[in-house]
């Protein structure tokens, strides 16, 4: 069974390794626009890093109207897949075309 799920928008893309989900959701899934400040990255993993690596919990509240709950299911996600994650897998594997804003 793989252990790893996309999410995005309900797909149910299942990898056997994070590194193979994060290419998926970069390669076939719409990009994201931060509500915050307006900056473009993948749907998925990259949208959730950028959201709370580069804003605060309460910034990312107010812009997209979440609340507590929304805020620790998305930081429950991003810590369980950087305990797993290669990053420079994920970088090896992505088709070299794309574009990745990781700031």
């Not at 309460?58 to 609340?67: F, G, L, M, Q, T």
Request: aromatic content about 8%; charged content about 35%.
């Amino acid at each position: 069974m793989s252990r790893w799920v996309c999410g995005v928008d309900g797909c149910q893309g299942r990898f056997e390794d994070v590194e193979a989900a994060i290419v998926h959701q970069t390669n076939e899934h719409d990009r994201h626009q931060c509500k915050v400040c307006g900056t473009v990255v993948p749907e998925g993993y990259f949208a959730i890093r950028h959201a709370f690596n580069e804003h605060t919990r309460a910034e990312y509240v107010r812009a997209y109207d979440a609340d507590s709950s929304a805020v620790r299911e998305r930081e429950r996600v991003k810590r369980e897949i950087e305990t797993d994650l290669d990053l420079q897998a994920v970088f090896e594997r992505l088709d070299a075309d794309v574009d990745v804003d990781l700031d």
